[in-house]
C-alpha cells in the first residue's frame, strides 16, 4: 500500500536521506572539505560585518549550502551535524516517554484504585502545565552539564502523560476482554497479565502514537534551541542556527531559508509518515 | 569601570577617538549646526541603570548625567582630543593644589542654581560628595572613597553625619584633603561623585526616582524601564556654563527597544524618528547602511574599551608564562573580530591600553601575519614549556551571541595546539559577579575595561596591581601578582608630572605583557546611524564614544 504512494515514498526518501546524514556525518563532512567547527574568515565580508562572499550566502563549489555570516562555518556540515543533534535527541525523548508512557499508562489502567489515582493525578498535573515555560524555566536554571540529556529528559518528563493517557483508555477496555479473563482463570498474575496479554494488542497504538510525536520532540528541540536554552555552542542544531539567522534575515535569507527547510521536511515527512501508518494500522485491525 | 556595565546600555557603547565619518562639518551630516529647540529623541535597549549620581557609573549613563548633573570639572565638549581634556565647570579653574599636592582647593562661580531655585553651595557640593562613602549609595566612581582622607568608620551623610576633611570655609569655597598627594585630582572632580546635592536631601533611592538638577535639563516624566523625558531647566544660566550648548528643548527617551527594531526605525527614519539617535548598530545591519544616503547619517569610531581574554595565573598550566605566552601568539584575532561583527565594529587589539588613552605605546608583543595566529611559534613555546600534548580549559563567557561567538573563535584557534577550552557560559546578570569572584572564576574569562578618564592611571593598576586582589568583586582577573610590576605602579604614581605618568604607563603595558598575564582582542568600534535632521553631533572620547548629549540638537528645530 505505501508502495502506491507517491507522497509516502518522497517522505521516507528524505527520512532516510536525513538520517544517513546523522549517521555518516564525520564521512560526509571529509567529503565536502569543511568541519561543523572549522572557521572560514575567507568567506565572508569582515567590513561588511561579516556577510558571505557571493549570491546566496556564499553558496559555491566548496560550501555547497553557503556559510554562516561573521565566521564563515559550513553551512552544510552544519546541517549535517544539526541533524545528528535532531535526530539523536528526538529518538531518546521518543524512546524515553514510550516506556514511561506505556508502562504507566497500562499500570493505571489495569490496576485501577489508587494506583490509578495517583498516575491519573500525575498526568493532569503535567498536563495542565505550560510545558514550554516550565521547559525553559528548568532548562535555564539547571548548570550547563550535558546539555542533550536534559534536553531529552525534561521533554520526556513533559511528554509521557500525552501517550499514558490513551494506553490507559485501551487498557481498561482490553482488561475486560474474554482472553484477558481467560488468562486470569487459568492462574496468571497481574504483572504477567499486563506484559503477555495487554501490551501486544496495544502495539498499533504505541506504533501510531510515538511516530506521531517524534516530528512534535524535533520540533520541541529546534524551540528550545531557538530560545537559547538548548545544546550550547559550538554543536550545530538546526534552531539555534534558525535564532541566529533572525537577525540576518534581509541581507542573508539562505543563512535562515536552509536550516528552515530542513527542519520543516523533517517535521513534515514524519507528520506524513506518521499518519500513513496510522491509516494502515486502522485499516488493518478493520480487516 | 567595567565594559559590561557599558555593553549593557545600548548607547553606552562608545567612548573614544571618533571622528565622524562622511560629511561631518558639511551641512548635510550629523556634525551640521544645531538649532536651538525640538524634542530629541533617544531610542534604547537598556534603560539607565541609576539616576543618582553617587550610583551609575558606566560610559552611558555619565554621558546623560551631563544634561541635568554638573561638577565641579567636567570633560570638554569638543570631538577628539579636546572631548577629554578636563575644564571647569561648577568651579572657576581645575583646582589649585597646595600641601605638595595632598589638599586641593576649588571655587564656585557665581550664579549656580539647582532647579528649586536654591543657590549652589560649597555644602552642598561637599554633601554629594560625602554621599560615596555611604555603602548603599555610593557604588559608583570609587575615585573620591579611594583619594580623600576619611575616617575609617566614615560611612556617608545620612548615617556618619559631617566629613571633616573636606572644608568649606565660605559658601563658595571647598578644600578636599587627600590621603596622598595626587597630580591628577583636576580629572578626579569630574566623577559624577562630584555632583552638588542640596544639603540634607538624597537619602536612599530618592535620586533614582527624581534627581535634583543642577544642569540645562530637569526630569520631566520617568517609567523606569519604559520611557524617561527631560526639560528644559529654567534655573541653569548659560552664563556660567562654557561646556553646554544644550540645544533642544526637551529630550524624549524610548527604552527596552529590541536592538533589531532600533536598527530597523534608524534605517526607516520615518517621522520623529528623524529627530532620533541610538547606540551601535547591530553586526548584520553593517551590510545595510552601505548606501550614501545613510552612509552620510552614520558616525564611528573606536569607544576607547579594551575587550581581553584574562587569563587566571594561578591556575596550572596558566601559571606557566610560557604556556600564556603561547596562548597570545596562537588567537586568531581576525577570527574573534569577526565574531564581534568585523571590521567596522572593532579594530584588532595588541596592546593592553585602547588608542584612546593618552600616552598608549601601539605595538604587538606576540605578532602574525594579519592577526591569524602563529600556531608554530606557539607550538614551540609549548613544547619548551613540556606542554607538547596540550591541556584543557575552561572559558567564562557571558550569556550572549556576541560574547559565545568570540568565545568559539578562540576555542577554534586553540584547537591545533591540543588544548581544548571548555565554554563555560555564564548568565549575564550575574557574570562579573562570578568572574570577579576568586573562588568561582575558571582558567580563562572573555571581559572588557574601559578607563574612567583616558589615562593609564585608570586602566592598568585596577587590572594588575597584585595588591588589589580582593575575594570578591575582583578586577584583577589574571590575579597577576608580580613585584616587578606593583613597584612600578608605586613608582608612577609618586610622579606629579601627569604627562610623564601616562607616558610611564605606555611603557608598563609593555612590561606587562611580556608577562602575558591577559590577551589583549579587539578595541571595539561604535558605529551608529542617527535620525536626517540631527545636528551638532560627534562622538565625545570620553564617554565610551557615544554621541555627546550636551551638544547634540535638530537641524531644523520646527519640524
Known amino acids: 500500500m505505501l508502495k502506491k504512494d507517491k507522497g509516502a515514498l518522497a517522505c521516507l526518501a528524505f527520512l532516510a536521506i536525513v538520517v544517513l546524514m546523522a549517521v555518516a556525518a564525520p564521512l560526509i563532512t571529509k567529503l565536502s572539505g569543511w568541519g561543523p567547527y572549522q572557521f572560514d574568515s575567507a568567506a565572508t565580508n569582515s567590513d561588511l560585518g561579516g556577510v558571505p562572499h557571493g549570491a546566496l550566502g556564499g553558496i559555491s563549489g566548496s560550501h555547497w549550502f553557503g556559510v554562516e555570516p561573521q565566521n564563515g562555518r559550513d553551512l552544510f556540515a552544519r546541517i549535517v551535524y544539526g541533524a545528528r543533534v535532531s535526530i539523536t535527541i528526538s529518538l531518546s525523548a521518543t524512546l524515553l516517554t514510550g516506556i514511561l508512557g506505556v508502562v504507566l499508562g497500562m499500570l493505571a489502567g489495569f490496576y485501577r484504585g489508587w494506583v490509578d489515582q495517583v498516575i491519573s493525578r500525575l498526568m493532569d498535573f503535567l498536563m495542565a502545565f505550560p510545558a514550554l515555560i516550565f521547559m525553559i524555566a528548568i532548562l535555564s536554571s539547571l548548570p550547563a552539564g550535558n546539555r542533550p540529556v536534559l534536553l531529552v529528559v525534561v521533554i520526556s518528563a513533559f511528554g509521557w502523560p500525552y501517550l499514558a493517557r490513551v494506553i490507559r483508555g485501551q487498557t481498561m477496555t482490553l482488561a475486560n476482554r474474554e482472553f484477558v479473563e481467560a488468562a486470569r482463570a487459568s492462574g496468571a498474575k497481574g504483572t504477567q497479565v499486563v506484559f503477555r496479554e495487554i501490551l501486544p494488542n496495544l502495539r498499533g497504538s504505541i506504533v501510531v502514537m510515538t511516530t506521531l510525536a517524534i516530528p512534535g520532540y524535533i520540533g520541541t528541540e529546534a524551540g528550545l534551541s531557538f530560545l537559547g536554552v538548548g545544546v550550547s555552542p559550538p554543536t550545530a542544531s538546526w534552531g539555534q542556527m534558525i535564532a541566529s539567522s533572525v537577525s540576518w534575515y534581509s541581507v542573508d535569507p539562505m543563512f535562515f531559508a536552509i536550516p528552515g527547510a530542513f527542519l520543516f521536511l523533517t517535521v513534515l515527512s514524519l507528520t506524513v509518515l506518521g499518519d500513513k501508518i496510522r491509516t494502515m494500522v486502522d485499516q488493518g485491525v478493520a480487516a | ?559
Open chain 2, 1 to 559: 569601570m567595567l565594559v559590561g556595565l557599558v555593553a549593557s546600555t545600548a548607547l553606552a557603547l562608545s567612548a573614544c577617538g571618533g571622528g565622524t565619518t562622511g560629511s561631518s562639518g558639511e551641512s548635510a551630516g550629523p556634525g551640521a549646526k544645531a538649532a536651538q529647540g525640538g524634542t530629541l529623541q533617544v531610542l534604547q535597549n537598556a534603560a539607565y541603570s541609576h539616576l543618582d549620581p553617587a550610583r551609575g557609573f558606566d560610559g552611558g549613563v555619565n554621558n546623560f548625567y551631563r544634561l541635568i548633573y554638573r561638577t565641579l570639572t567636567t570633560q570638554g565638549a569638543a570631538p577628539g582630543a579636546d572631548g577629554t581634556k578636563i575644564v571647569p565647570d561648577l568651579a572657576t579653574d581645575t583646582g589649585k593644589p597646595s600641601d605638595g599636592g595632598k589638599t586641593w582647593t576649588f571655587t564656585l562661580k557665581d550664579g549656580l542654581f539647582f532647579e528649586t531655585g536654591a543657590p549652589i553651595t560649597s555644602a552642598d557640593v561637599k554633601w554629594g560628595v560625602s554621599r560615596a562613602w555611604d555603602p548603599e549609595i555610593g557604588i559608583g566612581s570609587p575615585y573620591a572613597k579611594q583619594l580623600i582622607e576619611a575616617p575609617a568608620s566614615y560611612q556617608g551623610p545620612y548615617k556618619s553625619g559631617d566629613l571633616s576633611t573636606i572644608a568649606t570655609p565660605d559658601a563658595k569655597t571647598i578644600v578636599f584633603h587627600l590621603k596622598k598627594p595626587f597630580a591628577d585630582f583636576g580629572s578626579v572632580v569630574a566623577q559624577n561623585t562630584f555632583t552638588p546635592v542640596p544639603k540634607g536631601q538624597g537619602a536612599g533611592n530618592q535620586l533614582d526616582s527624581k534627581p535634583i538638577s543642577s544642569g540645562p535639563y530637569k526630569l520631566a516624566e520617568y517609567k523606569p524601564g519604559a520611557s524617561l523625558k527631560l526639560v528644559r531647566n529654567d534655573k541653569w544660566d548659560k552664563k556660567t556654563d562654557d561646556v553646554r550648548t544644550a540645544n533642544p528643548e526637551a529630550f524624549q527617551w524610548t527604552f527596552g527597544l529590541d536592538p533589531a527594531t532600533i536598527d530597523e526605525r534608524m534605517i526607516a527614519g520615518q517621522g520623529t524618528d528623524a529627530d532620533a539617535i541610538a547606540g551601535t548598530i547591530q553586526a548584520a545591519s553593517v551590510a545595510r547602511i552601505q548606501t550614501p544616503q545613510l552612509k552620510q547619517r552614520t558616525m564611528t569610531g573606536i569607544n576607547g574599551c579594551t575587550t581581553y581574554m584574562g587569563l587566571n595565573t594561578t591556575k596550572k598550566p596558566l601559571d606557566n608564562v610560557k604556556v600564556r605566552q603561547a596562548i597570545n601568539l596562537a588567537i586568531n584575532k581576525q577570527t574573534v573580530r569577526d565574531a564581534d561583527g568585523g571590521s567596522a565594529l572593532a579594530e584588532i587589539g595588541t596592546s593592553i591600553q585602547p588608542p584612546t588613552v593618552a600616552g598608549r605605546v601601539d605595538y604587538d608583543p606576540y605578532p602574525s601575519p594579519d592577526h591569524k595566529g602563529d600556531v608554530e611559534g606557539a607550538r614551540k613555546l609549548l613544547t619548551d614549556a613540556g606542554f607538547a600534548s596540550g591541556f584543557t580549559m575552561t572559558l567564562d563567557t557571558r550569556a550572549q551571541p556576541k560574547m559565545q561567538a568570540m568565545a568559539v573563535a578562540i576555542q577554534q584557534a586553540l584547537e591545533p595546539l591540543k588544548i581544548t577550552v571548555k565554554i563555560n557560559t555564564i548568565d549575564t546578570a550575574t557574570y562579573y559577579e562570578v568572574i570577579g569572584t576568586t573562588s568561582q572564576q575558571h582558567d580563562a574569562a572573555i571581559t572588557g575595561w574601559c578607563p574612567d578618564w583616558p589615562s593609564g592611571a585608570t586602566f592598568l593598576p585596577p587590572l594588575f596591581d597584585g595588591r588589589n586582589i580582593t575575594t570578591k568583586g575582583n578586577t584583577n582577573l589574571s590575579q597577576l601578582n608580580d613585584a616587578g610590576v606593583n613597584a612600578k605602579i608605586d613608582e608612577i604614581s609618586k610622579l606629579t608630572d601627569v604627562q610623564a605618568a601616562n607616558a610611564a604607563y605606555g611603557e608598563l603595558d609593555k612590561q606587562i605583557m611580556a608577562l602575558a598575564p591577559v590577551v589583549p582582542l579587539l578595541y571595539e568600534k561604535v558605529l551608529m546611524l542617527v535620525g536626517s535632521n540631527i545636528g551638532g553631533a560627534y562622538l565625545h572620547d570620553g564617554f565610551s564614544g557615544g554621541i555627546d548629549l550636551v551638544s547634540v540638537g535638530l537641524k531644523d528645530a520646527g519640524k
